[in-house]
């Protein structure tokens, strides 16, 4: 089933670098409780590990979205799900899976700051500079990607791969495609 797929990040580089970002983010924020905040659906594996190798107690929250423009990727944002919990005055750790253009980014940036929390990093597991149009700060990134059609570990083609355990990239025809 899956043949075609070939492997651009294995299960166990996966593991190991979720393990230091895990680590790395306990140490800085030692003595906190962190809010982290993800978006449906595609960081939800990456969400799932990297809360499980982050020592310090956190809070977890979800936001769902859509996006309008030029093949759904003009910066437009509207919210489906917002977030339950109150982030004013917290730390809130935003955790992506990927970072293509930074629209998303971008977006939803600006709308959690305006919600005052104490402060507001962000973690992607996959950074895939080359798209980028819009320049935020990382803090925490995983691995840098190329310009692959990427699909597994929470990362789909048309609601699927998101279950296989390895990060692939899909045969020549997906690569300059956009991610849907
Ligand atoms: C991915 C990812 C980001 C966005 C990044 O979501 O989770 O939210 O794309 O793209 P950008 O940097 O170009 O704005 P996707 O559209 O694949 O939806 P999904 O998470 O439901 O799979």
Known sequence: MNKNISVVISEDDLRRRVRELGAEISRDYADRTPV??????G????????????????NLDFMAITRYGAGK???????????DLAITGREVLFVEDIVDTGLTLGYLVRNLQAREPAGLAVCTLLDRRVRRL???PIRYTGFEVPDRFLV???LDHREQYRN???LGALPEEGKGAVQP
Do not use: M
Not at 36 to 41: D, E, I, N, P, T
Not at 43 to 58: E, G
């Open 152 to 154: 597994g570990y929470g």
């Open 164 to 166: 296989l355990p390895y």
């Open 43 to 58: 960081s939800f594996i990456f969400l799932a590990d990297l809360a499980r190798a982050i020592t310090v107690p956190i």
């Open 73 to 83: 990727r003009g910066g437009v944002v509207r919210i489906e799900k917002d977030l």
């Open 36 to 41: 982290l905040v993800s978006v449906l659906k």
């Open 134 to 136: 819009a320049n935020l």
